[in-house]
């Protein structure tokens, strides 16, 4: 879960106008977290499991975000 320490990084990577992406978000209770301290960009099995490159292109799609959502 989120610590004192993760809360405090998020703020000072805003601060200094760093784009943050979260990795190895699994669950949708890390997302709800993230996306209420202002992260926009994460990856994790909640999204989709490692894939080759090609694989990947396909399950885009060309979408620029990733929804909360099962496809």
């Not at 320490?5 to 978000?25: C, T, Y």
């Not at 926009?40 to 909360?68: C, I, N, S």
Request: proline content about 3%; charged content about 15%.
């Amino acid at each position: 879960m989120a610590t004192n320490f993760h809360i405090r990084s998020l703020g000072v990577a805003h601060h200094l106008g760093l784009h943050v992406v979260a990795e190895g978000v699994e669950t949708g209770e890390q997302a709800e977290f993230l996306i209420a301290s202002g992260c926009e960009t994460m990856q994790g099995y909640l999204f989709a499991r490692p894939m080759p490159l090609q694989d990947w292109l396909k399950h885009a799609g060309g979408r620029q975000k990733a929804v909360l959502a099962t496809d």
